[in-house]
């Protein structure tokens, strides 16, 4: 059960908030070597892997209009009533950042503005692992859809059966995604970063997965690739007053601590009693749960701290930047207010973690690890690119061009400043 710790000093928050480590070592050779096989023979490296690691590699690996038609049959209508109203939801949130910026005039005749293009060729990884994540599909999907990426490819693992999970398939059709592969684990990564016969080679990769997935992406990012971002443990942290129901916060902090052993989940309060009383929720809630090992395994490594104030509270928040954060205090959106340092936050009672991670519209692609002190989640603009434009006339650069001759003269690059004296020169 989670560890509880009354009044601890914040000078000792480094060493209480700190996450578990892992060294990766010898993950990095292992993946090394799996990557420079695949760059080296492509699919027959992939299949092999495949069939090492999963226990199956079909011949053709992409999945087919078949396969589509076959998921939409397989599922009940009320988990495709209900994949359908997530799909929905997020694509009505991801839309409103479509934003248009306006062209700016930073002097007169000197005109600069951006223009957001999507990024070409995208790939979404999804994990199948101990639980299919669907919802992912969505989470990354809709966001490509909508900013236009012209390939999108989407690798997941096979199930038992060699079959790729319905729900996933559904998903991936309902995002506009037609290219999905048969393919999970390093493997996959490697697929999608250096190209094979089967796989397009993409410019961008986006999912999460478990730590093999997480390596492989961070060194095929060291090869030109970009990723989403660096994706640990999922995490929660919970702020509940003495009027939270205790119910509700356990059923929280179990909602995360059932994604893996290795999750992390933080309660913070400053009442005594509703920690008791959440301990309490735990263990009877944990026992109905099926996967209360995973759980109980997270729990074990998990926080409970007593502190003195809410505001006391909000700064060890803020110090530890967690993945999600949710509010269950009677001034929950004043507290909401003051969060610095979070990738999503969930305000009030009626506001459980496991609705952005399925279907209010926000993304669930979060940052993990404390990143969350300098990056957001995955949004619309991750599958875009910012490009600046400018404009300047003849009268624009009579103005401004005194100022480049200046500065380009003092960084010594006189060639600089004489690529705009020729223009200055000419007109007298």
């Not at 000792?12 to 996450?19: F, G, K, P």
């Not at 690691?53 to 690996?61: E, I, S, T």
């Not at 839309?95 to 002097?107: F, I, N």
Request: charged content about 20%; proline content about 6%.
């Amino acid at each position: 059960m989670m560890q509880q710790i009354d009044y601890p000093d914040f000078m000792q928050a480094v060493s209480l908030l700190a996450r578990p480590t892992v060294d990766t070592t010898a993950q990095r050779a292992k993946v090394l070597a799996m990557l420079d096989a695949i760059k080296l023979e492509g699919d027959a490296a992939v299949q092999r892997f495949a069939l090492q690691f999963d226990g199956f590699v079909p011949d053709v690996l992409e999945a087919s209009s078949d396969d589509f038609s076959w998921a939409e049959q397989q599922l009940p209508d009320d988990l495709k009533s209900a994949i359908r109203q997530a799909y929905s939801n997020i694509k009505r949130f991801h839309a409103a950042q479509q934003v248009q910026e306006a062209p700016v005039e930073t002097q007169p005749g000197v005109l600069c503005w951006r223009k957001t293009v999507p990024i070409e060729r995208v790939g979404l990884y999804i994990p199948g692992g101990t639980a299919p994540l669907f919802s992912t599909a969505l989470m990354l999907g809709v966001p490509a859809q909508l900013a236009g990426c012209k390939e999108v490819v989407l690798c997941t693992p096979p199930q038992s059966d060699g079959k790729i999970h319905p729900a996933v398939l559904f998903a991936a059709g309902l995002c506009g995604i037609r290219r999905v592969f048969k393919l999970g684990g390093v493997q996959a990564i490697g697929a999608m970063a250096y190209g094979t016969a089967q796989v397009p080679r993409v410019w961008k990769i986006f999912g999460p997965g478990n730590l093999w997935v997480t390596v492989a992406k961070q060194m095929v990012s060291l090869d030109g690739i970009a990723i989403d971002m660096p994706a640990g443990p999922s995490e929660v942290a919970v702020l509940a007053d003495a009027g939270a129901n205790p119910a509700y916060v356990a059923a929280d902090l179990l909602s995360q601590a059932e994604h893996g052993a290795d999750s992390q989940v933080l309660l913070l309060s400053d009442s005594p009693d509703l920690l008791q009383k959440v301990a309490v929720e735990l263990a009877d809630q944990l026992e109905k749960l099926p996967r209360k090992l995973f759980a109980a395994q997270a729990l074990a490594q998990s926080k409970a701290l007593l502190l003195h104030s809410m505001e006391e509270a909000m700064r060890w928040i803020n110090a530890y930047a967690p993945e999600h954060l949710i509010i269950q205090t009677a001034d929950a959106i004043q507290l909401a207010e003051k969060v610095i340092n979070a990738g999503s936050v969930f305000i009030g009672p009626y506001t459980p973690e496991s609705a952005g991670d399925y279907a209010s519209g926000t993304n669930h692609t979060l940052p993990t690890g404390g990143y969350a002190r300098v990056s957001g989640g995955v949004a619309l603009d991750s599958f875009v690119k910012k490009i600046t434009f400018q404009q300047i006339s003849e009268a624009g650069l009579q103005g401004l061009g005194p100022v480049v001759e200046t500065m380009a003269r003092a960084e010594g690059l006189e060639a600089h400043a004489r690529a705009v004296s020729i223009r200055l020169d000419a007109k007298f």
